[in-house]
């Protein structure tokens, strides 16, 4: 079961540029900013009250799960969902004609997490989350 939504994720062309509009619109600044080498992707959270904004900045848009995830087009990427049993929800999804996209499930920033794309719509992406809780 889809608990509730974690983040929103945005790929900006310039992660220094977007940093510097987020934090003036958002009157804060990132909570973190993490790298991720394998996939060369730079990442500024912000964290609000009720969700985080993701920025997300692919140094290398020609790596293929930087293509399927769609991480070479500017703009809102993808909605993350924590969720309940992440094993079940993966199966389910499937079981419903959601597509993983080959390379996942892996280890994310938070927790586990899975990229699909719904049946629906092939430009669409989806992101659950197994979120990790300290002490677990």
């Known amino acids: ?3 509730k939504i974690n983040h929103i994720g945005i790929v ?15 009157e ?5 900013i993490l790298e991720i080498p394998d996939v060369s992707l730079k990442i500024a959270i912000f964290k609000t009250e009720e969700i985080e904004v993701e920025l997300l900045h ?9 293509k399927a995830l769609r991480g070479d087009q500017m703009g809102i990427n993808h ?9 079940d929800e993966m199966g389910k999804l ?3 004609g959601f597509k993983l ?10 927790g586990r997490i899975a990229f699909f794309i719904p049946p629906h719509s092939p430009v669409e992406r989806i992101e659950i989350l197994e979120v990790r809780r300290d002490g677990e």
């Open 28 to 32: 804060r600044k990132p909570n973190q």
């Open 58 to 66: 692919y140094g290398n848009p020609h790596l293929p799960i930087v």
């Open 101 to 110: 996209i080959e390379g996942f499930p892996r280890k994310g920033v938070h």
């Open 79 to 87: 909605l993350c969902y924590e969720v309940k049993d992440f094993d």
């Open 94 to 96: 499937m079981k419903n």
């Open 12 to 26: 900006v062309q310039n992660l220094d540029e977007a940093i510097e509009s987020y934090s003036k619109s958002l």
């Open 1 to 3: 079961m889809f608990k």
